[in-house]
């Protein structure tokens, strides 16, 4: 993005800009909040249009940044996503929001980077995710982030499995759901796959929202090839996620379960479906990206005709999404 004016010039242009158009004071969080709306919608295209008028109207970046990185993220855009969050810390360095997204956007980074880099990339990872637990101590979702870069990150970018399980301590007080996933991930990485899966179904047993670690859950066993039981967790992964409004995430991440496992495509459609019709979609899932898997099911499915009408969704969703490009050629 542009960079931001401060000057005694710019606010007064802001302010005859605003008056002329009869803006509000709120204006500002008003905006805002669509851009929240549509990321978390899955519409890219409208996010990025009315952060381009969010600029234009000079007001507070930092978080109309953030949200550009969330944006450019969902559409696999590492390096302007990267440049957005490092702007948005810039601006306001003691949101710890900032720190983690931050700290995702190196991490996509660094997957797609040569060995050397992704050493460099690693470590800012671990900078920014500690960050945000410094200044965020009592928030599951910055001690989740930290410690699933811990189980993940070899020990010479500073990972390790003492260090996870002494957030997974953490965790306790304040999500015993989360405690028990981050413990199923650490046993799971030492390969004993009876601690793991004890604490996966402890995730489930405890959970608020337990649609979301039944398909935890439901991707360990795929990953043991234990299929019976993994089509039984995701039963119960849909089930959950039918009663429960707040976790119809769970239904997107299921149907990736099964995507992976090439079983039952028929079910994997139709929680995509379900996903893509309910009310509380979310960027961790962008609906342009179900599209597109949905498409492809559709495909192998025999049913062309949807297929091509759900690409052509996903595009007019985000037409930058190279995923949906590459689609629309086939």
Known sequence: MKAWRRTLGGVAAVLIAAAGLGLCADAPQQSLDAIHSALYAGEADRALSLLRSFEQAGTEPAEALNLECRVRLTLRQWDPALQACE????????????????GRALGKKAEKASFISAISLGKRVRTEFEEAVRLSPRSADTLIDLGDFYIEAPGFMGGGAEKAASV???????????????????????????TAEREFRHAVAVALHPAVRWATLASFLERRQRWDEMETAVRSCDGAAQ????????LYDCAGVLIDARRDPQAAAKMLEEYLSSSSKTDEAPAFEALVRLAKLEDDLGDTAAAKRDRSAALALAHEYSAAQETRRH
């Open 168 to 194: 997974a301590a953490q965790l306790d007080a304040l999500d015993p759901s989360a405690a028990a996933q981050l413990r199923g991930r650490i046993a799971e990485a030492h390969k004993d796959y009876g």
């Open 87 to 102: 702007q948005a810390v810039r601006l306001d360095p003691q949101n710890p929001s900032y720190h983690s997204w931050l």
């Open 243 to 250: 009663r429960d409004s707040r976790a119809t995430v769970a």
